[in-house]
């Protein structure tokens, strides 16, 4: 039987892969975030021991409040539904889904056992719209790991790789690397973090991406997808 045709482009390509599945992932994506919301707000609300006060480095200090970065941080949740967006079989989407499940659980796990917040910051946001409802809803608990910077590093890592599968431009994949450098600075920008849960939120990311980079489904399941020009699962 003939192959189905294969997208000559990395616009095709691209295309394919977000319509692939679309409302599994968009639906998906919002429930999975939600139940992640729950078990953050609940230690957040109910530590099972005492608090720890992240210490503050002298980058800290160094770093002043920036609340025009507001938007790079709420950003995130835009950010985080382009990787499960661009992949293209519904087992490559579950396999993600597993990988970044067992980075938020894992997130979860280390602010039970070890909750920690940032030290009061004498800053007035009363003139700021918008910084009064982040700092009601998200107190400056459950510090360390940011987890605001290990989803987006797991993010990045992953689009940065269905980017290069896809043949993009190099301009998108350094839009990317920027968004990612956008959120992760504005943890710090609008004090949400300090520099050492930042350093750990990114390792955290880190030790998850690269092996979920490396394991996962090498072949695809006859009649799961067309091939593509860019198969981003590799035959071993």
């Known amino acids: 039987m003939a192959s189905p045709p294969r997208p000559q482009t ?3 390509d691209i295309g394919l892969r977000i319509r692939r599945h679309f409302l599994l992932k968009a639906v998906g994506t919002t429930v999975f975030t939600w139940l992640f919301f729950i078990g953050y707000f609940h230690l957040l609300r109910n ?5 720890a006060v992240m210490p503050l480095t002298a980058l800290d200090h ?3 409040f920036q609340p025009y970065t507001l938007g790079a941080y709420l950003s995130l949740w835009v950010y985080v539904g382009i990787a499960p967006g661009l992949q293209l079989t519904f087992r490559e989407l579950v396999v993600y889904g597993l990988w970044i499940g067992a980075l938020c659980l894992t997130g979860l796990a280390l602010f039970y056992f070890w909750p920690t917040q940032i030290p009061p910051l004498p ?4 003139g700021y719209p918008g910084f009064a409802m982040l700092q009601g809803v998200d ?3 459950n510090a360390c790991p940011s987890m605001h910077v290990a989803v ?3 993010t990045a890592l992953w689009i940065e790789h269905l980017l290069r599968q896809a043949g993009t431009p190099a301009v998108l994949r350094i839009v990317n690397g920027a968004w990612f450098l956008a959120i992760a600075y504005s943890t710090l920008a609008v004090k949400q973090h300090v520099v050492l849960d ?6 955290l990311g880190m030790a998850f991406a690269w092996p979920s980079l490396r ?3 090498n072949k695809r399941l006859r009649g799961d997808s067309p091939p593509v020009g860019a198969d981003i699962i590799g035959h071993h």
């Open 47 to 51: 530590p099972a021991f005492p608090v």
């Open 139 to 141: 107190a400056a608990g």
């Open 123 to 126: 800053i007035d946001v009363s």
């Open 10 to 12: 990395w616009t095709a």
């Open 152 to 154: 987006a590093i797991f």
């Open 62 to 64: 160094l770093i002043p």
């Open 215 to 217: 394991w996962r489904p």
């Open 198 to 203: 930042v350093v750990a939120g990114a390792l």
